[in-house]
Nanobody, 124 residues
Framework: QVQLVESGGGLVQAGGSLRLSCAASGRTFSSYAMGWFRQAPGKQREWVSWISSTGGRTYYADSVKGRFTISRDNAKNTVYLQMNSLKSEDTAIYYC?????????????????WGQGTQVSVSS
């Protein structure tokens, strides 16, 4: 069982930056691949980024590539999402999720545990 708690969301002007954190409970965090998703009002949840269990591999949705950076610190049981050059279309609730497999997954159905989400609002 893994419990996830996101933090770091808030209101920021377009062009600004935020760093989201996702703290995990449990001793097996380092065995999970992690993903970040987001859901804007009236839209489906979309995949944003993925990181392997060791942190050696990362992938990004085209919409955030070059602006967002995912990382993790297994000693602190935490995964991060650094978001730069934010745009109004980045406004959404951001969720972190844990995946017991080592495969890259972009569908929310493939993830086993979810956090409660943190709101990111970007004003133009």
């Amino acid at each position: 069982q893994v419990q996830l708690v996101e933090s770091g969301g808030g209101l920021v002007q377009a062009g600004g930056s935020l760093r989201l954190s996702c703290a995990a409970s449990g001793r097996t965090f380092s065995s999970y691949a992690m993903g970040w998703f987001r859901q804007a009002p009236g839209k489906q949840r979309e995949w944003v980024s993925w990181i392997s269990s060791t942190g050696g591999r990362t992938y990004y949705a085209d919409s955030v590539k070059g602006r967002f950076t995912i990382s993790r610190d297994n000693a602190k049981n935490t995964v991060y999402l650094q978001m730069n050059s934010l745009k109004s279309e980045d406004t959404a609730i951001y969720y972190c999720a844990a995946d017991r497999t080592s495969w890259l997954h972009t569908s929310s159905h493939d993830y086993d545990y979810w956090g409660q989400g943190t709101q990111v609002s970007v004003s133009s």
